[in-house]
């Protein structure tokens, strides 16, 4: 495993934390994918996992979206 990291990775990023295991690299990677609005149900799938459980887990890292949703909540109402 650490050789693999070594190759994949940059050295600063394989000295991190969150490369000591592969399985390390879930959460974060799951958070940015739904902080880019990556719907639910396509970010569970990559995950493996069901979307009550993606909901269930990462719901509370989903941050800087309510301006977005506003406005589109706003946008729907309109239409």
Request: aromatic residues 4%.
């Amino acid at each position: 495993m650490a050789a693999a990291r070594l190759l994949a990775l940059r050295p600063e990023q394989a000295a991190s934390p969150l490369a000591r295991r592969p399985y390390d690299l879930r959460h974060p990677a799951m958070s940015l994918w739904l902080n880019a609005e990556v719907p639910a149900p396509e970010v569970a799938r990559r995950a493996g996992h069901g979307v009550d459980v993606l909901l269930r887990v990462y719901a509370t890292c989903i941050d800087g979206q309510e301006e977005t949703a506003n406005r589109r909540i706003d946008d729907a109402l309109v239409a």
